[in-house]
T-cell receptor, first 109, second 115 residues
Framework: RKEVEQDPGPFNVPEGATVAFNCTYS??????FFWYRQDCRKEPKLLMS???SGNEDGRFTAQLNRASQYISLLIRDSKLSDSATYLC??????????FGTGTLLAVQP | EAQVTQNPRYLITVTGKKLTVTCSQN?????MSWYRQDPGLGLRQIYY???????DKGDVPEGYKVSRKEKRNFPLILESPSPNQTSLYFC??????????????FGPGTRLTVL
């Protein structure tokens, strides 16, 4: 089993749609979780950290379900500029981050 | 401006010709690391450094070397590049340990092709 599993997509959605991504992780001892965004041929950038209680940042909501070992990202009112690859990331051993292979989102006009 | 810089951004080379990819950060971060990104495999850590003169292997260190003589610089060295090292490479830095609630800042990437 991969350490982090994501649906690669692509998710093709119209502008204004709500879209959700899930990601499962294998290490139940993981303490820190993140969503990173990566535009085509660019570097990953932190979108948001994911906290146990769930957290929201504008149109983005992240949730953590420790019992089922998955995290989710919900994007409301999708914009064209949201088109990117979304990477699920968690803190593995003390000195490393484990990255998923990413989910591609394409928002259509 | 706070940033991580890498050079070169693009490089085409031949098997066996030693090369160095430089990485520099201006945020006074202790932690720096190198990743490679390949289709279907995601980002994999090559080496990391927790501070000056402290480096350790990541998941895929074979064929690579690093050094950390100064806090701001963390070069990646390929002594004898091979075609399977063709990849997109990212340098990253952060204030503390990668597993904690800290933000990793990535450089713009170096696209390496080894013929």
């Amino acid at each position: 089993r991969k350490e982090v599993e994501q649906d690669p997509g692509p998710f093709n959605v119209p502008e204004g749609a709500t879209v959700a991504f899930n990601c499962t992780y294998s290490n139940s001892a993981s303490q820190s979780f993140f969503w990173y965004r990566q535009d085509c041929r660019k570097e990953p950038k932190l979108l948001m950290s994911v906290y146990s209680s769930g957290n929201e940042d504008g149109r983005f909501t992240a949730q953590l379900n420790r019992a089922s070992q998955y995290i989710s990202l919900l994007i409301r009112d999708s914009k064209l500029s949201d088109s990117a690859t979304y990477l699920c990331v968690y803190g593995g051993a003390t000195n490393k981050l484990i990255f998923g292979t990413g989910t591609l989102l394409a928002v259509q006009p | 401006e706070a940033q991580v810089t890498q050079n070169p951004r693009y490089l085409i080379t031949v098997t066996g010709k030693k090369l160095t990819v430089t990485c520099s950060q201006n945020m006074n971060h202790e932690y720096m690391s190198w990743y490679r990104q390949d289709p279907g495999l995601g980002l994999r850590q090559i080496y990391y450094s927790m501070n000056v003169e402290v480096t350790d292997k990541g998941d895929v260190p074979e064929g690579y070397k690093v050094s950390r003589k100064e806090k701001r610089n963390f070069p990646l060295i390929l002594e004898s590049p091979s075609p399977n090292q063709t990849s997109l490479y990212f340098c990253a830095s952060s204030l503390g340990l990668a597993g904690g609630q800290v933000t990793q800042y990535f450089g713009p990437g170096t696209r390496l092709t080894v013929l």
